[in-house]
């Protein structure tokens, strides 16, 4: 009885925490904050820009490590982009498009 309860509550807890996509990739991002060093629009695809682990590459450039993600957080429903420039450590926002 106790396992049949365990399991009908956190069977459910466990599917609503990990329908949460954070995925990048075949997404585009638009800087939305007041930096604007770092590239205007990211595009994560094969031709462009991936991320492995918390690392961003540009693929323009041989495969480099341009930033680093800080957060992903939800603003009224869309999701912001908190990146770490690896050059100057600055913290540049992005706006799903």
């Known amino acids: 009885m106790r396992l049949k309860f365990l ?3 956190l069977g459910p807890s466990f599917l609503l925490f990990s329908c ?3 995925s990048l990739t075949n997404s585009i991002w638009k800087n939305c904050g007041d930096n604007s ?5 990211l595009v994560f ?3 462009y820009n991936f991320v492995r682990n918390d690392t961003i ?3 323009l450039v041989i495969d480099s490590p341009i930033a680093v993600i800080n957060r992903i957080d ?3 429903g869309e999701r ?3 990146l770490n420039r690896l050059s100057n450590q600055k913290t ?4 799903e498009q």
Do not use: A, G, P, T
């Not at 540049?92 to 706006?95: D, G, I």
């Open 7 to 9: 399991l009908v509550i």
């Open 20 to 22: 949460k996509n954070e």
């Open 37 to 41: 060093d770092l590239q205007d629009i």
């Open 45 to 47: 695809n094969d031709k």
């Open 57 to 59: 590459y540009s693929r």
């Open 74 to 76: 939800s603003y009224y």
């Open 80 to 82: 912001r982009l908190y």
């Open 92 to 95: 540049y926002r992005y706006c």
